[in-house]
């Protein structure tokens, strides 16, 4: 098979499409190889970019970033058998390292040992799924059921399978009721969440609490994102303002990367209550917090721990619960591909614009009278989202489509 086909590279901190002619590669034995369908841009795939998160791998090496991807297979190793050449999967980015000095105890991949270090991150320690045609071990990969593909297409009839780029969020996002599960020894009460962040994650987050039955309030430092998630979640939820508006929650769902959010978690969460910290602290933010503070918010959310304390708040003392994570159970993906399914509807309206492939300049809008979007230069749209564009009072996630001469 010979055909062009993109990627989306990191070389030096740079962030550049990169056009490769020639063979296709090939899989190896156990391996299978995916034509991306589409690629969602994530938060952090932009913190990297931009300097507001760490990111291990080695600065000179060239890497294809991204790492929320769903592909059909196209080609298949002399060991699989249990795939068939047209189905779709959905790609899991995390790895085990393979080194001495790294032992890790588990079976399958989860938080604890994400957190630890014990795995490598695709779209940032190696290659990643923002490009045409993509290499992948069928330990990373999850189907795509006929009727999953049946059930999305019908409430997203435009993306039909590119909704799937949702799942590893989705999966994320899943994750955290399952540390709250456990550390609650599976008593996590209905009640009253305030999430905090209107971005993908939190409409994702707010979903999930939906469906387990909480009354929702939902907050956001730009109040356009406020009522395009109200508008997403189809005003199943309620806009909460911390300027003028006094009430306890049970839950208090950290989706946004700044010491202000967990601020406003700390303020109107009950006493006893959960702070979760979803979102990892922005540099500026991280450094202060973790100098001025009684201990270290990162860690909670980097590595899965749990802390309970008794904080002096400006008016009382609260007890508090912190938990957070970061990465996701990889036994829950099969559960993560059904709520994708099950929710395609509200999920199509939160892919408020795609980007027609990696050269394209251009960002198009989903939202009703809505604007396309044109870099300056005639350069890469999603190069310059991943170099921060300001585009968040107008788009909650993006989708980059594969090439379209590849279809």
Not at 34 to 53: E, F, H, P, S, Y
Not at 269 to 287: E, H, P
Request: proline content about 4%; glycine content about 8%.
């Amino acid at each position: 098979m010979t055909k062009q086909k993109f990627e989306v590279q990191r070389h030096l901190e740079l962030v550049y499409v990169a056009r490769q002619n020639g063979d296709i590669p090939q899989p190896g034995p156990d391996e299978v190889l995916l034509q991306m369908v589409a690629c969602g841009i994530c938060g952090a795939d932009i913190r990297v970019m931009t300097g507001n998160k760490v990111a291990s791998g080695e600065a000179g090496c060239y890497t294809t970033l991204g790492h929320e991807g769903v592909g059909r297979v196209v080609a298949m190793g002399k060991n699989v058998s249990t795939w068939q050449l047209g189905d779709y999967a959905v790609i899991l980015p995390h790895v085990h390292r393979c080194v001495q000095d790294i032992t890790c105890l588990a079976s399958h991949i989860n938080p604890v040992c994400i957190g630890n270090g014990h795995t490598l991150h695709m779209g940032w320690d190696i290659d990643g799924c923002f490009t045409d045609f993509m290499v992948v071990s069928t330990a990373n990969l999850v189907r795509v059921t006929q009727r999953q593909r049946r059930l999305a297409a019908k409430q997203a009839p435009v993306l039909r399978e590119a909704i799937f780029a949702l799942v590893e969020p989705m999966l994320c996002t899943l994750s955290a009721y399952e540390i709250m599960k456990t550390h609650l020894h599976d008593n996590l009460p209905v009640g009253r969440a305030l999430v905090i962040g209107c971005g993908p994650i939190g409409i994702l987050h707010s979903l999930t609490l939906l469906e387990r039955g909480f009354e929702v309030w939902i907050t956001d430092v730009v109040q356009k994102r406020v009522e395009l998630a109200q508008w997403c979640l189809d005003q199943r939820v309620r806009s909460f303002d911390p300027l003028k508006q006094n009430m306890a929650f049970d839950l208090a769902m950290v989706t946004a990367s700044s010491a202000a959010a967990i601020q406003t978690g700390e303020m109107f969460v009950r006493k006893g209550g959960i702070v979760y910290l979803f979102a990892g602290l922005n540099t500026a933010d991280r450094s202060a917090m973790d100098k001025d503070d009684m201990f270290l918010y990162e860690p909670v959310h980097r590595k899965a721990q749990s802390i309970h304390t008794t904080l002096r708040l400006v008016r009382e003392e609260r007890s508090i619960l912190y938990l957070g994570h970061s990465g996701y159970y990889e036994k829950l993906a099969p559960q993560a591909i059904a709520a994708v399914a099950a929710n395609a509807a509200a999920l199509d309206r939160a892919i408020t614009g795609v980007i027609p492939g990696f050269t394209s300049a251009h960002i198009v809008s989903r939202l009703p009278g809505g604007v396309d979007w044109k870099t300056p230069d005639d350069s890469p749209a999603v190069v310059s989202v991943l170099k921060g564009a300001n585009l968040l009072a107008r788009h909650c996630k993006l989708l980059v489509l594969a090439s379209a001469e590849n279809h």
